[in-house]
Antibody
Framework: QVQLVQSGAEVKKPGASVKVSCRAS????????ISWVRQAPGQGLEWLGW????????KYAQKYHGRVTMTTDTSTSTAYMELRSLRSDDTAVYYC???????????????WGQGTLVTVSS | SYELTQPPSVSVSPGQTASITCSGD??????VCWYQQKPGQSPVLVVY???KRPSGIPERFSGSNSGNTATLTISGTQAMDEADYYC?????????FGGGTKLTVL
């Protein structure tokens, strides 16, 4: 069965970086993309960006351009999301989700990871 | 930037039909997905490409999209359907979520 398993919770200080991993199993990794979505406490869902697991192409939300980097390691079927220059309002649960698009954003997220809580606090 | 607007809350009695709307400029020209999220859980896709249901999603969940409004309809609403619901679409390869609607079954 398809599973996306994310790395554990992180506590970071303002100005630091965080890198969250998302290990996929149960399907051919390179035939789908991965999107990253975050949810601040008590708030709604916010899309950060997408990466093609096939060729590594990325599409980032304008708001995060220059601060986020998404990568994949096809040898381990793992996607990574790094967010830099963290601020307190980056405190959120970060999700990876399988995206139907291998070559472009398809926008249908049929499987989600369990979420990774990132807390930014001094 | 493109925006999707949902009502913050909708209430429904058990067994009745719940309708949750999502509005955006010319939304009917785009595909819409709907996600259900229960407290402390990851979102679950319940409708994609406006009207399609993923495997395992009950038939009581259905979707439509026309003009500027997409609608998620839950027929014969059950207590287990109480959750937050988010619509989602994309514009110029940028994914956009609605603000979410809390469905209360009472």
């Amino acid at each position: 069965q398809v599973q996306l398993v994310q790395s554990g919770a992180e506590v970071k200080k303002p100005g630091a970086s965080v890198k969250v991993s998302c290990r996929a199993s149960g399907y051919t990794f390179t035939t789908y993309g991965i999107s990253w979505v975050r949810q601040a406490p008590g708030q709604g869902l916010e899309w950060l960006g997408w990466i093609s697991s096939y060729n590594g192409n990325t599409k980032y939300a304008q708001k995060y351009h220059g601060r986020v980097t998404m990568t994949t390691d096809t040898s381990t079927s793992t996607a990574y999301m790094e967010l830099r220059s963290l601020r307190s309002d980056d405190t959120a649960v970060y999700y990876c989700a399988r995206d139907g698009g291998a070559l472009a954003v398809a926008g249908d997220f049929d499987y989600w990871g369990q979420g990774t809580l990132v807390t930014v606090s001094s | 930037s493109y925006e999707l607007t949902q009502p913050p809350s909708v209430s429904v009695s058990p067994g009745q039909t719940a309708s949750i709307t999502c509005s955006g400029d010319k939304l009917g020209n785009k595909y819409v997905c709907w996600y259900q999220q229960k407290p402390g859980q990851s979102p679950v896709l319940v409708v994609y490409e406006d009207t399609k249901r993923p495997s395992g999603i009950p038939e009581r969940f259905s979707g439509s999209n026309s003009g500027n409004t997409a609608t998620l309809t839950i027929s014969g609403t059950q207590a287990m359907d109480e959750a937050d619901y988010y619509c989602q679409s994309w514009d110029t390869s940028t994914v956009v979520f609605g603000g979410g609607t809390k469905l209360t079954v009472l």
